[in-house]
C-alpha cells in the first residue's frame, strides 16, 4: 500500500494526464487536490484521445474511485459536460466511481466574467494571460470568506443567501470597475438548481473516505494539476495560478495527512513549455527554428484553450526548483522522443542578471524577467525513439540525456515517456511498489 503524488515541475502540461493514467493501474484511489477546469490533461489510449480538465485522469479504468478534493474548484456546468461525454462513450459516472468534496468551492459565472473583465482591463505587459475560467476570482471568494461550496448545493436555504450576497457584491465590481454587463440572480438560481439536483448524489466527505481507503491498504494516487512555477507562493508570481500546485497541498487538498504520503513524482517534460504570460529564461521565440520545431513536433497547443504553447530547452534550474519545493522521490521525463533529431541540445544550468548569479528563481519578477540562461551543450539523437520500451534500447546519447538529468537534479526518473500513447513508456520504477 502506497500514496503518491504527481506534480508538474514546470509551467504545466508536462504531461500529467499521461503519466496519472499510467501509474492509475496500480492505484485504487485517484484524488485530484487543486486548480479546476483550467488544468486540460490529454491521455491516450490505444490511439483514442481523451482531454480531462476537472475529472482525474484515472476515469478511464473502471474499478477506480476519483475524488476531486476541497482545493479544487468546480465549474458544475464543465464537470457535467465531462460526466456526459463519459457516459455517451459507455463509461458511466456513477457515485460510486466519484466522489466530490462538500468542502470543494464553485466557480460561479461572475467568477468567469470577473476573470475576463479584469484581464480586459490590464495594460500590456500586466495581463496574466489566464485560461478565463474564472480562477483567480473564484480562489479570491474562497480566502475572502465569501465562496459558496459543492456541500451547498444540499442546503439551497444557504447557497441562494450566498448566491445574492455574492451576485450584489460582484455586480457592484463588473458594472462599477469594469463597465461589463451585471451577472443575473435569477439565471444563475434556475440554472444552479438544475447543477444541484445532478450533482448533490455526488457529494461527499473525501478526506473520511481517503482515511478510509489509506486504512483499508488501498493505493492512492493524487493527481496535480498546473506546474511547480504556476504555484501562487512558490511561482513566477504574479504569473501564476492561484492555488498551489506543489505537493504540500496534495495534503490540504484532500483532507490526508502529510506522514502518509510515501512518494512524490514531478513530471519533466524533456524541454520546457509555458502558455500564457510571464517570464520564461529558456524560451526559443517564436520564429527561432529549433522552438519552432519543438512546437510543431510536440504538438503544443493549450488542450484547455488552444493557445500556442511557448517552447525553450530544457531547464535545470526550474527542474531543482522543483525537486526542492516538491521534496521529489522520482521524475517522470515525458516528451523525450520530440527531442529526436536536434543535432546539439542545451540545458539550463543557472541564470545570469545583471551580473547576479542564480541557481534558484529569483523571487523578484523584474529579475526572472531579465535572466539569461547559462547553458550547457550536448550531443543530440537522431533516432526516432517512440518504439523504445527498454532503457537498454535507447540511443546512447538519448540515455546520456537522462543521465545528465538526474546527475544534475540528484532524483532517478521513474518514467521515460516516448509518445503520447499509454504503452509509448518506460517504466523504470514503480512507485506503488516498496
Ligand atoms: P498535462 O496538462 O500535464 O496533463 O499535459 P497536457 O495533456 O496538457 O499536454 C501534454 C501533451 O503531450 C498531450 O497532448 C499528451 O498527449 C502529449 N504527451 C504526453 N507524453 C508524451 C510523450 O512522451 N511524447 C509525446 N510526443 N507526446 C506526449
Ligand atoms: P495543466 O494542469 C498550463 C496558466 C495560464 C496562465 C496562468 C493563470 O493542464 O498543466 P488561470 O486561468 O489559472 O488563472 O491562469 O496559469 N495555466 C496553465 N498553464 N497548464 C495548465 O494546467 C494551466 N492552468 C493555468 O495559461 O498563464
Ligand atoms: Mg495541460
Not at 56 to 63: A, F, N, Q, R, T
Not at 122 to 140: F, V
Request: glycine share 12%; proline share 5%.
Amino acid at each position: 500500500m502506497a500514496s503518491v503524488v504527481v506534480v508538474g515541475t514546470q509551467w504545466g502540461d508536462e504531461g500529467k494526464g499521461k503519466v496519472v493514467d499510467l501509474l492509475t493501474n496500480y492505484a485504487d484511489c485517484i484524488v485530484r487536490f487543486q486548480g479546476g477546469n483550467n488544468a486540460g490533461h490529454t491521455l491516450v489510449v490505444n490511439g483514442k484521445k481523451y482531454v480531462f480538465h476537472i475529472i482525474p485522469s484515472g476515469i478511464l479504468y473502471e474499478d477506480k474511485t476519483c475524488m476531486i478534493g476541497n482545493g479544487v474548484i468546480i465549474d458544475p456546468g464543465v464537470l457535467l459536460q465531462e460526466m456526459d461525454e463519459l457516459n455517451g462513450k459507455g463509461l458511466p459516472v456513477t457515485p460510486g466511481r466519484l466522489l466530490i468534496s462538500e468542502n470543494a468551492h464553485l466557480i460561479m459565472p461572475y467568477h468567469q466574467m470577473l476573470d475576463h473583465a479584469r484581464e480586459a482591463s490590464l495594460s500590456r505587459g500586466k495581463k496574466i494571460g489566464t485560461t478565463g475560467r474564472g480562477i483567480g476570482p473564484c480562489y479570491m471568494d474562497k480566502v475572502g470568506r465569501v465562496g459558496i461550496k459543492a456541500g451547498d448545493f444540499l442546503d439551497t436555504d444557504q447557497f441562494l443567501a450566498k448566491l445574492q450576497t455574492n451576485v450584489e457584491e460582484k455586480n457592484f465590481f463588473l458594472t462599477k470597475q469594469y463597465g461589463a454587463e451585471p451577472a443575473s440572480f435569477a439565471a444563475i438560481k434556475e440554472q444552479f438548481a438544475g447543477f444541484a439536483e445532478k450533482l448533490a448524489p455526488f457529494i461527499g466527505n473525501v478526506s473520511v473516505e481517503l482515511d478510509k481507503a489509506r486504512r483499508g491498504g488501498k493505493n492512492i494516487l493524487f493527481e496535480g494539476a498546473q506546474g511547480t512555477q504556476l504555484d501562487i507562493d512558490h511561482g513566477t508570481y504574479p504569473f501564476v495560478t492561484s492555488s498551489n500546485t506543489i505537493a504540500g497541498n496534495a495534503c490540504i487538498g484532500s483532507g490526508f495527512g502529510p506522514a502518509h504520503i510515501d512518494e512524490v513524482i514531478g513530471i519533466l517534460k524533456a524541454y520546457t513549455t509555458r502558455v500564457g504570460e510571464g517570464p520564461f529564461p529558456s524560451e526559443l521565440p517564436e520564429g527561432d527554428k529549433v522552438g519552432d520545431e519543438l512546437q510543431k513536433k510536440g504538438g503544443e497547443f493549450g488542450a484547455t484553450t488552444g493557445r500556442r504553447r511557448r517552447c525553450g530547452w530544457l531547464d535545470m534550474v526550474v527542474a531543482n526548483d522543483a525537486v526542492r519545493l516538491n521534496g521529489l522521490t522520482g521524475l517522470a521525463i515525458t516528451k523525450l522522443d520530440v527531442l529526436s533529431g536536434q543535432p546539439k541540445l542545451q540545458i539550463g544550468r543557472k541564470y545570469s542578471v545583471e551580473g547576479e548569479v542564480f541557481d534558484c528563481m529569483p523571487s523578484n519578477i523584474r529579475k526572472t524577467a531579465l535572466a539569461e540562461p547559462v547553458y550547457e551543450e550536448v550531443e543530440g539523437w537522431q533516432e526516432d525513439i517512440t518504439g523504445v520500451r527498454d532503457l537498454a534500447d535507447l540511443p546512447q546519447k538519448a540515455r546520456d540525456y537522462v543521465r545528465r538529468i538526474e546527475d544534475i537534479s540528484g532524483i532517478a526518473p521513474v518514467i521515460i515517456s516516448v509518445g503520447p500513447d499509454r504503452e509509448e513508456t518506460l517504466l523504470l520504477r514503480n512507485p506503488f511498489e516498496k
